[in-house]
């Protein structure tokens, strides 16, 4: 909230929306933006059956929103005072009706830097980011609904959170919808104007990803375990491989790797060397535990079953 205080913007509303939580964040929320006018806090209403809750909330959100444009930010980004300003500006200059960016990750724990950078590194080193506005199939995609951008016209022309209304992974849903209906969208990543703390320690962390790793691959078991065996083995193997015929030249290609993709997520890059090895076990542990998860039914985030959806 204080950061959003700070957006050198001018013509723009905020909406907050206490999703029933047990916090006190309604309180919170309220007193902090007290006799602030651009700042309207809501209270969710009860979640219906078929729906996950970001994804209603998010829905309950627009239906107060008049604007021309709807920029949905979770409640942990910060954002720094021309955010707003340059997200617009990618808009406007690449002709996009959507925009998604991946925020700097944040990290204090031991724990999150195992689990956290999986996810930039992932992503960077699979998808170039720019592969996502020069191919138009839904195939080339990536998006964070940490920060997700839309054309009014393109958001409703989707469906909206509506129509990806009972889906884990909803921010890919939406940027695929965008795709298939023939409008531009476009993915960047946060640099120091964009930024979050996700999780807080190791636990947090592994659950925040295991919620959506397996959904990601439409839990589709074939593709998730092929690609798991993929990376591992243009990962992992190449690391064992190369101690056990004493050529270290082998690992050249992933310490460029993570040097490369460290310096553009401002991420400790001294860190994300050090801990590759433990970090890609823990891709591994991820993978295993959000497949059982789903499997068994066991699928859980902040205390709410994602079992039904």
């Known amino acids: ?17 206490d999703d029933n939580s047990t916090d006190g964040t309604y309180e919170k929320a309220v007193k902090l933006t007290e006799n602030d006018k651009q700042f309207k806090i809501l209270q969710g209403k009860d979640l219906p059956a078929g729906w996950v809750g970001k994804n ?12 021309d444009y709807f920029l949905f930010i979770d409640a942990d980004v910060i954002l720094s005072p021309y955010a707003v300003e340059k997200a617009f500006g990618n808009l406007a200059a690449l002709n996009l009706d959507a925009l998604s960016v991946f925020p700097s990750q944040k990290m204090k724990t031991f724990g999150e830097f195992l689990i956290v950078p999986l996810m930039q590194w992932f992503l960077l080193s699979f ?7 020069f191919f138009k199939s839904s195939a080339f995609t990536a998006a964070n ?6 054309h009014k016209e393109a958001y409703f022309k989707i469906g ?20 298939k209906s023939g409008m531009k969208f476009a993915v960047f990543t946060g640099g120091s104007d964009i930024s979050c703390r ?4 190791f636990s947090d962390s ?8 397996y959904a990601g691959f439409n839990k589709k078991t074939t593709a998730f375990f092929i690609f798991h065996i993929f990376v591992q083995l243009t990962t992992t193997a190449f690391t064992i491989l190369s101690f056990a015929v004493s050529n270290y030249f082998l690992l050249v290609p992933q310490i460029v790797n993570r040097i490369a993709i460290s310096a553009i997520t401002k991420q400790n890059i001294f860190y994300n060397i050090l801990l590759h090895p433990l970090q890609m076990l823990m891709f591994i542990v991820v993978g295993v ?13 902040k205390e709410r079953e994602l079992n039904s959806i």
């Open 127 to 133: 998808l170039p980011l720019n592969f996502v506005r």
């Open 1 to 17: 909230i204080n950061s959003l205080k700070e957006i050198l913007y001018s013509d723009f509303e905020v909406f907050i929306l």
């Open 56 to 67: 209603f909330a998010c829905s309950q959100l627009v239906e107060s929103a008049d604007g």
């Open 206 to 213: 592994l659950q925040g990803f295991s919620k959506n790793f």
């Open 198 to 201: 996700m999780f807080s320690g």
């Open 160 to 179: 909206g959170h509506e129509k990806v209304k009972n889906c884990v992974v909803e921010d890919m849903e939406l940027a695929k919808n965008i795709k």
């Open 145 to 150: 609904g940490q920060f997700m951008l839309f």
């Open 289 to 301: 535990n959000s497949f059982i998860q789903f499997k068994t039914k066991k699928n859980r985030w």
